[in-house]
Structure formats: structure tokens, C-alpha cells
């Protein structure tokens, strides 16, 4: 049977890749860690986006943020120390990586990690609305 998509009408020409981004990451989401995203716009309408992920345990040389493919992908590694003994452990050295999808045009303006919260800032530029007029050839 056939799988049928949003992205498989026959308007949207070279939408292909997102189908296959978007199913990339409905599978790789899994609710850890926790994280927000918030949404302004200032007064030259450029859109920015603050991602804030709960980070608590992590240092800045055990995560990674990088940009790749239209995507935002944040991985986190931490590493048992050995030789420390826990009576109770309640907060689990865990890795992870989350990603979000970028639209076109969207710029990854930095990251800072306090107080357990990683933030990562984005930007869309107002972008020029450009319409061009298409020479008809006779062949």
C-alpha cells in the first residue's frame, strides 16, 4: 500500500526532501530533554526565535550545536566518572540529540548555555519579495 503526503501534490515541485526531513524528525523525537520556543518580531518585521532546551548537567564541552542541512541539530554526551559512588541515582548521564528543521533563509545567531538551559538564537530576515517576468521561447 502506498503511502499518500501532503508533499505528493502535484503543485509542490522539489518539496520532496522536506517529506524526508519531516519523517526524520517525527523519529528521532522522544520528549528528552524538554525544551520552548518562543516567537517576536520587531519593527522591520524580521522574525526571532529563541530555542530554550533544559540542559541541567550538561557542561559547554559536553554538548554540540551545529547547523547542517537546513536543520539545527543539538547532540549531548555525558560520561559516567568513575570512582563516584551513588547512593540514590535520580539523574541519569544521558545522551541525546534533537534536531529542528530550518526554513529557507533562517540564521542560526549564536547559542549560550547558564543556568541549565541551552538557548539558541535565530533570525529571518525580511526577505525582498522578487517577481520576474518569464520569456515565452517559440521552439
Not at 79 to 92: N, P, T, V, W
Not at 120 to 131: C, G, L, Q
Amino acid at each position: 500500500m502506498s503511502r499518500i503526503s501532503v508533499f505528493s501534490a502535484p503543485f509542490l515541485l522539489g518539496f520532496e526532501i522536506f517529506e524526508e526531513r519531516v519523517d526524520r524528525l517525527t523519529k528521532s523525537a522522544d520528549g528528552y530533554p524538554p525544551y520552548n520556543i518562543e516567537r517576536t518580531v520587531d519593527a522591520q518585521g524580521t522574525e526571532q526565535f529563541v530555542v530554550s532546551i533544559a540542559v541541567a548537567g550538561f557542561g559547554a564541552d559536553e554538548l554540540e550545536v551545529t547547523a547542517e542541512d537546513s536543520q539545527i541539530v543539538v547532540r549531548g554526551r555525558q560520561k559516567d566518572e568513575a570512582g563516584r559512588e551513588f547512593l540514590h541515582r535520580g539523574i541519569a548521564a544521558r545522551q541525546f540529540q534533537r534536531a529542528f528543521l530550518l526554513a529557507e533563509g533562517m540564521i542560526v545567531k549564536d547559542a549560550t548555555l547558564g543556568r541549565g538551559m541551552l538557548v539558541i538564537a535565530i533570525e529571518r530576515p525580511v526577505m525582498p519579495k522578487i517577481a520576474r517576468r518569464i520569456e515565452i521561447r517559440s521552439v
